[in-house]
């Protein structure tokens, strides 16, 4: 089930527990980089733990307002707003090598 694997990926990679995490977002990518992706996308208000590195990279805290700032693929800025916005999607991007050639992005109720 996603959401357990989500809540061992956070331990495994940053050292921090999170309880109740919440599907927010639901992306698919077909043939990126030659294959299909599928993203479940969470966000968890509550954990326990110390954030530490792994071997992913150096691990930091981010303001809210600042994610968008940060060098990110362009299909993070069509669905992270509506993430911070606290709507449900689901969204099809469609990229040609790694540029994306369009989306398509459905919002649940």
Request: glycine residues 6%.
């Amino acid at each position: 089930m996603p959401d357990k694997c989500v809540i061992c990926e956070v331990y495994e990679e940053s050292g921090l527990s999170v309880r109740d995490p919440n599907l927010c977002s639901l992306l698919m990518s077909p043939k990126f980089q030659g294959n299909d992706w599928y993203v479940f996308v969470f966000t968890a208000d509550e954990f326990t733990g110390e954030l530490t590195d792994s071997p992913e990279g150096r691990l930091e805290w981010i303001l809210d307002e600042k994610v968008l700032d940060l060098n990110l693929r362009e299909s993070n800025h069509v669905f992270m707003p509506w993430i911070q916005a606290n709507k449900f999607s689901s969204a099809k991007f469609e990229y040609e090598g790694d540029q994306m050639r369009g989306h398509l992005m459905v919002f649940h109720s």
